[in-house]
């Protein structure tokens, strides 16, 4: 195991709560980071970013799905309509 980037973890870290605590996606702020750090292309590290969310987004899930917070019926709902236009923008 290499720990050529220990740096990143901690800078992940507060990222990450920064991006939390102000309610913008964590990818506006890792993409940079992944740029600047890491010398990757623009393309590659926005794609990274973004994957990153994932993790981000399934741990909310998770959390509001034990909370039984979830309005799955309506969530239904916003899928009819967001996944065909998703579509036509895509």
Known sequence: ???????????SILISTVAMAAGVEGATFFAPMFILALGLPADIAI??????????????VSAYARR?????????????VTLPLALVGA
């Open 1 to 11: 195991m290499s720990f050529e980037y220990w740096f990143l973890l901690p800078i």
């Open 68 to 80: 039984r917070l979830i309005d799955y019926r309506f969530g239904k709902q916003l899928l009819w």
């Open 47 to 60: 794609g990274t970013g973004l994957i990153t969310e994932i993790f981000g987004f399934a741990s909310g």
